[in-house]
């Protein structure tokens, strides 16, 4: 899970990793499931709406390097 952070701080803004990556609590990655916890329901909505691509290139691509 650290990879991952490290690998979205490098594809986001400063300001944006820190308002919408730094408060996520990552629990769980099982195969291509990545469970997280967020502090309301507009943020997973959010980031769902703004990051779903780079989140989802960067947990394949975490995956394939295990």
Not at 6 to 22: A, G, H, M, Q, R
Not at 32 to 60: A, C, G, M, S
């Amino acid at each position: 899970m650290e990879r991952m952070s490290k690998i979205i701080k490098e594809n986001v803004p400063f300001l944006s990793y820190n308002t919408w990556f730094l408060p996520i609590i990552p629990l769980q990655i099982e195969n291509t499931f990545f469970r997280i916890q967020v502090p309301n329901n507009f943020f997973i909505e959010w980031i769902d709406e703004h990051y779903n691509t780079l989140i989802n290139k960067t947990l394949k691509q975490v995956l394939v390097q295990k």
